[in-house]
């Protein structure tokens, strides 16, 4: 199957910080999503980008399907991004969305 | 709207039972998938239902089955518990396909098994 990369596995910032979470993915994808799960397992849908550009707030994405990968941003980070982002890919041969591993955000007052 | 419900939200059983579990998806979203989420394999998918008929399925044992009612609301079963069934079970739901829609996901029901 596809394979996710994330880069950082862990991130500690300062709140009011700035980050780029980064999602290398190894073929080509039709659909790919941004999740931030939350500390209680709630996996909440941030980003439904398959190219382009989406902002939402204090975060947006950014997704090049040519280069194989995908950016999400936080500004001023706050103490409820606490958790961890994962990138998910669909798979056309597959027919599901592969995740990646996550990156695990803290973020400290 | 309401969201993707997942009941219950904890179960604890012991090694060698079965545990149902349900998800009701959002109204009007058809398609209804499982996801296993542990800390070693991280979130792999399970199976997919779309219309009561099962259309995809991941690399787990025949011990791990599903189905979908016609309202759309799903069981997934595990039979014959292991303790490696110790996980966050996600459902998630979507219009039509993730493909093109994407998925919302529920807030998971986490098994323990001892």
């Known amino acids: 199957g596809i394979q996710v990369e994330q880069s950082p596995p862990d991130l500690i910032l300062q709140e009011g910080a700035n980050s780029t979470l980064r999602c290398n993915f190894s073929?080509?994808?039709?659909?790919l999503q941004w999740f931030h799960q939350n500390p209680w397992g709630q996996l909440i849908n941030l980003f439904y980008?398959?190219?382009g550009t989406k902002q939402n707030g204090r975060l947006s994405a950014t997704t090049v399907a040519t280069e194989r990968y995908s950016l999400l941003y936080i500004s001023s980070s706050q103490t409820t991004d606490t958790g961890v982002y994962f990138c998910?890919?669909?798979?056309?041969?597959?027919?599901?969305?592969?995740f990646g591993t996550g990156t695990r955000l803290t973020v400290i007052p | 709207k309401a969201g993707v419900t997942q009941t219950p939200r904890y179960l604890i059983k012991t090694r060698g039972q079965q545990v149902t579990l349900s998800c009701s998806p959002i109204?009007?979203?058809?398609?209804v998938s499982w996801y296993q989420q542990t800390p070693g394999q991280g979130l792999q998918f399970l199976f997919e239902?779309?219309?009561?008929?099962?259309?995809n399925k991941g690399n787990f044992p025949g011990r791990f089955s599903g189905r979908q009612f016609s309202n759309s609301r799903s069981e997934m079963n595990v039979s014959t518990l292991e303790l490696g069934d110790s996980a966050l079970y996600l459902c998630?739901?979507?219009?039509?396909?993730?493909?093109?829609?994407?998925?919302?996901f529920g807030s998971g029901t986490r098994l323990t098994v001892v």
């Open positions: 998630a739901s979507s219009i039509r396909d993730v493909a093109n829609y994407g998925y919302t």
């Open positions: 073929d080509s994808v039709n659909n």
């Open positions: 980008i398959p190219s």
């Open positions: 998910a890919v669909w798979e056309g041969g597959a027919n599901n969305l592969f």
């Open positions: 109204s009007g979203h058809r398609s």
């Open positions: 239902y779309f219309s009561e008929t099962q259309r």
